[in-house]
Nanobody
Framework: QVQLVESGGGLVQAGGSLRLSCIVS????????MGWFRRAPGKEREFVAA????????NYADSVKGRFTISRDNARNTVYLQMNSLKPEDTAIYYC????????????????????WGQGTQVTVSS
């Protein structure tokens, strides 16, 4: 059983920063590509960022490029999302996701590409 637990959400003013963390249970963390998604009120869940098994490849939604950075620490079974220059439109519930990846460079930007999900952490950016 793989479980994901996010933390680090909160309330921040526009222009501020937050760092989200996601700890993954189990001994196979390095077998999973990891992703962050978000769902704003009244909207569908959308892709934010993803990172390959080794951490050597990343992908970002256009809306967060240059502001957000995804990283992982395979020794700590943890994936991070550093969010800088936050905007009110970044307000959403942020979800961590894990998807089994056959190749080190595999990465997915779609919800269906992931097998396990966390419960989410709320990020609210005030103007």
């Amino acid at each position: 059983q793989v479980q994901l637990v996010e933390s680090g959400g909160g309330l921040v003013q526009a222009g501020g920063s937050l760092r989200l963390s996601c700890i993954v249970s189990g001994r196979t963390f390095s077998s999973y590509a990891m992703g962050w998604f978000r769902r704003a009120p009244g909207k569908e869940r959308e892709f934010v960022a993803a990172i390959s098994r080794s951490g050597g490849r990343t992908n970002y939604a256009d809306s967060v490029k240059g502001r957000f950075t995804i990283s992982r620490d395979n020794a700590r079974n943890t994936v991070y999302l550093q969010m800088n220059s936050l905007k009110p439109e970044d307000t959403a519930i942020y979800y961590c996701a894990a998807g089994w990846a056959a190749l080190l460079a595999d990465i997915s930007t779609i919800v269906g590409g992931y097998d396990y999900w966390g419960q989410g952490t709320q990020v609210t950016v005030s103007s």
